[in-house]
């Protein structure tokens, strides 16, 4: 079974930059997409980012140009880097990894705001 443990969310002020991290266990995850997700409140759960098992990544619209994704197969994880945030970025944050089915963490809460 895989097993998904984020960190690194937390209060940061409007401008600053988070790193999260999403541990996988259970699996060796190199051969699958991997998302990140957030969920505000009041709002629906909306993608954030995924990578794929190549390396190529895709973006919303709404963080590109201030959000990276990356992978590090060796140690099973992968991150999302986050710069320049605003505080419509505050929400639960939620890694993702799809094999045979999907997996999730259980969200790490970042809050933007001064």
């Known amino acids: 079974q895989v097993q998904l443990v984020e960190s690194g969310g937390g209060l940061v002020q409007p401008g600053g930059s988070l790193r999260l991290s999403c541990a996988g266990s259970g699996r060796d995850l190199s051969g699958f997409t991997m998302y990140w997700h957030r969920q505000a409140p009041g709002k629906e759960r909306e993608p954030v980012a995924y990578?794929?098992?190549?390396?190529?990544?895709t973006y919303s619209g709404f963080v590109k140009g201030r959000f990276t994704i990356s992978r590090d197969n060796d140690k099973n994880m992968f991150y999302l880097e986050m710069n320049k945030l605003k505080p419509q970025d505050t929400a639960v944050y939620y890694c993702?990894?799809?094999?045979?089915?999907?997996?999730w963490g259980q969200g790490t809460q970042v809050t933007v705001s001064s």
């Open positions: 990578i794929m098992p190549s390396g190529a990544a």
């Open positions: 993702q990894v799809v094999a045979e089915k999907g997996y």
